[in-house]
């Protein structure tokens, strides 16, 4: 199983940017599906980004588009989510997570979750 610590987060104004990291550890760390999920307060979970090991496919969802960009650093053993143009609805703990199938789009999918970092957008 792979463990994961998330940093990064913090309070940041409209329109800036925050980067991600999620440093994991653990066995075949490289062969999972890595991804990113949020919660706001009051909601349920929502897949944010992910990268398919095995296709090396990349998705979002619609709300992130063309503003976040996932990544990650085999090498490293380290996950990024570089996020710009922030707006206040972006505002949740964000979590890492992996899925040991290979997929990692819902949260049924997850074997892992990161303990979470908050991201907090301001207008």
């Known amino acids: 199983q792979v463990q994961m610590v998330e940093s990064g987060g913090g309070s940041v104004q409209a329109r800036g940017s925050l980067r991600l990291s999620c440093a994991a550890s653990g066995d075949a760390y490289s062969s999972y599906c890595m991804a990113w999920f949020r919660q706001a307060p009051g909601k349920g979970r929502e897949g944010v980004a992910r990268i398919y090991t095995r296709s090396g496919i990349i998705s979002y969802a619609d709300s992130v588009k063309g503003r976040f960009t996932i990544s990650r650093d085999n090498a490293k053993n380290t996950l990024y989510l570089q996020m710009n143009d922030l707006k206040p609805e972006d505002t949740a703990m964000y979590y890492c997570?992996?899925?040991?199938?290979?997929?990692?789009?819902?949260?049924?999918?997850?074997?892992?979750w990161g303990q979470g970092t908050q991201v907090t957008v301001s207008s």
């Open positions: 997570a992996a899925g040991r199938a290979g997929y990692c789009r819902y949260e049924t999918d997850i074997d892992s």
